[in-house]
């Protein structure tokens, strides 16, 4: 088939999840690999915004990345790999959403290794949870294992948590709910098999925020963004309504209301705003933190450091402000933070940069090396994993 060309198909990619045009993008993005010796790489995903912050990076470099890795590279739905109806391709990466049975999900990877060989199967992670819950039933199926945040001690994966994640445990420990132990049952071997991906910073919405200016970090009224939505399960509700509390009626600190807004409204308000408030969700990693990077709000976040994340934005006091997991210091970082106009400066700036350092330094294209790159084909090569 006619190659559609890499601007056609990262115009598509933008627009892949937008009502009216998603059917046309989709049938582009997973038209035939045409003619050419490159190595084939089929994306099979879920098709929602969070896991093609993911999945857009690889059209919008697309060109680059063929030019390195001579990649030919298509994406479509992943109910195709579950109804055996996926095409065959040299690299496949495999993104469900977290709500996917495994067994299912195991029985028709391995189906497909079964009738196209493939050279190299990625797992692609998007689930907000740090855990690896789905590494037992896919540990003999994947060469590697990708996710957009890992615990920097890998074996900390390898320990049971009360409720089932490192989070589930912290906060229903500090707010005495009750919760079973899960052991997800990681095998060890799947540890030398994980990588890293980018985090919400490669969306289609976000990516060109960060080719402009820095925002303007002078008319600022608003002294703290907080608007925390907190209804979930028992655990989440607990630690957001905490989150909102310590947030609220700060003496002589000008804060924003805690009811929903529009997205248009809520990103206007951030823009006027100091600081921006962004507890933890189900996982560490949040849209709003990309958000304050974007909009020039200095971010106050839960401690990230026992996170590796690509690319590393989670800088303790150059690129966001860091409290307590208890937030028992939230109001004195506050304070301390709007005393200190040019610290405020720094670390805004700072953040903004790093954020398109990533994303126009070619990083991405660098950072493909262990997905796109074919593997040895000698008899023993499936044993020498690499990670991304």
Same mark, same amino acid.
């Given at each position: 088939?006619?190659?559609?060309?890499?601007?056609?198909?990262?115009?598509?990619?933008?627009?892949?999840? &937008?009502?009216?045009?998603?059917?046309?993008?989709?049938?582009?993005?997973?038209?035939?690999?045409?003619?050419?010796?490159?190595?084939?790489?089929?994306?099979?995903?879920?098709?929602?915004?969070?896991?093609?912050?993911?999945?857009?990076?690889?059209?919008?470099?697309?060109?680059?990345?063929?030019?390195?890795?001579?990649?030919?590279?298509?994406?479509?739905?992943?109910?195709?790999?579950?109804?055996?109806?996926?095409?065959?391709?040299?690299?496949?990466?495999?993104?469900?959403?977290?709500?996917?049975?495994?067994?299912?999900?195991?029985?028709? $990877?391995?189906?497909?290794?079964?009738?196209?060989?493939?050279?190299?199967?990625?797992?692609?992670?998007?689930?907000?949870?740090?855990?690896?819950?789905?590494?037992?039933?896919?540990?003999?199926?994947?060469?590697?294992?990708?996710?957009?945040?890992?615990?920097?001690?890998?074996?900390?994966?390898?320990?049971?948590?009360?409720?089932?994640?490192?989070?589930?445990?912290?906060?229903?420990?500090?707010?005495?709910?009750?919760?079973?132990?899960?052991?997800?049952?990681?095998?060890?071997?799947?540890?030398?098999?994980?990588?890293?991906?980018?985090?919400?910073?490669?969306?289609?919405?976000?990516?060109?925020?960060?080719?402009?200016?820095?925002?303007?970090?002078?008319?600022?009224?608003?002294?703290?963004?907080?608007?925390?939505?907190?209804?979930?399960?028992?655990?989440?509700?607990?630690?957001?309504?905490?989150?909102?509390?310590?947030?609220?009626?700060?003496?002589?600190? $000008?804060?924003?209301?805690?009811?929903?807004?529009?997205?248009?409204?809520?990103?206007?308000?951030?823009?006027?705003?100091?600081?921006?408030?962004?507890?933890?969700?189900?996982?560490?990693?949040?849209?709003?933190?990309?958000?304050?990077?974007?909009?020039?709000?200095?971010?106050?976040?839960?401690?990230?450091?026992?996170? &590796?994340?690509?690319?590393?934005?989670?800088?303790?006091?150059?690129?966001?402000?860091?409290?307590?997991?208890?937030?028992?210091?939230?109001?004195? $970082?506050?304070?301390?933070?709007?005393?200190?106009?040019?610290?405020?400066?720094?670390?805004?700036?700072?953040?903004?940069?790093?954020?398109?350092?990533?994303?126009?330094?070619?990083?991405?294209?660098?950072?493909?090396?262990?997905?796109?790159?074919?593997?040895?084909?000698?008899?023993?090569?499936?044993?020498?994993?690499?990670?991304?």
């Amino acid at each position: 088939m006619l190659d559609l060309g890499h601007g056609l198909r990262a115009r598509a990619a933008r627009h892949r999840l &937008d009502r009216g045009y998603a059917p046309a993008a989709q049938a582009l993005l997973g038209a035939g690999f045409g003619a050419g010796t490159g190595p084939r790489a089929l994306i099979l995903h879920h098709p929602n915004r969070i896991c093609w912050a993911n999945i857009y990076p690889y059209f919008h470099h697309g060109a680059d990345l063929a030019a390195r890795y001579g990649s030919r590279i298509r994406a479509r739905p992943i109910d195709q790999l579950m109804q055996d109806r996926a095409p065959a391709a040299d690299i496949i990466l495999i993104q469900p959403w977290f709500t996917e049975d495994i067994g299912r999900l195991a029985a028709a $990877v391995a189906r497909y290794r079964d009738r196209h060989a493939p050279a190299r199967v990625v797992f692609l992670d998007s689930f907000a949870h740090v855990d690896l819950r789905f590494a037992r039933a896919l540990e003999p199926l994947v060469d590697l294992y990708l996710r957009k945040a890992l615990f920097r001690n890998r074996q900390a994966f390898l320990t049971p948590r009360r409720g089932d994640t490192n989070l589930t445990e912290y906060y229903m420990t500090l707010h005495d709910l009750p919760g079973e132990v899960v052991d997800w049952q990681v095998p060890p071997a799947m540890l030398d098999r994980l990588g890293l991906m980018p985090n919400f910073l490669t969306a289609p919405h976000l990516m060109p925020q960060f080719r402009g200016a820095l925002p303007d970090l002078d008319d600022r009224p608003i002294d703290l963004h907080a608007r925390i939505a907190t209804k979930g399960t028992p655990w989440y509700q607990a630690m957001r309504e905490h989150a909102a509390r310590v947030s609220q009626d700060l003496p002589g600190i $000008v804060t924003t209301p805690r009811d929903k807004i529009d997205q248009a409204r809520f990103l206007d308000e951030m823009r006027r705003s100091r600081l921006c408030w962004s507890p933890f969700g189900y996982g560490e990693l949040c849209w709003r933190d990309i958000e304050a990077f974007m909009t020039g709000a200095v971010l106050i976040k839960p401690d990230m450091g026992h996170l &590796d994340s690509l690319p590393d934005l989670y800088r303790p006091g150059r690129t966001y402000l860091p409290v307590r997991w208890d937030f028992a210091d939230f109001e004195q $970082v506050v304070r301390e933070a709007l005393a200190d106009p040019a610290r405020l400066r720094r670390v805004a700036t700072e953040a903004f940069e790093a954020c398109r350092a990533y994303l126009d330094g070619g990083r991405f294209v660098d950072d493909c090396a262990a997905v796109l790159t074919p593997p040895d084909t000698r008899p023993n090569a499936r044993t020498e994993r690499k990670t991304a």
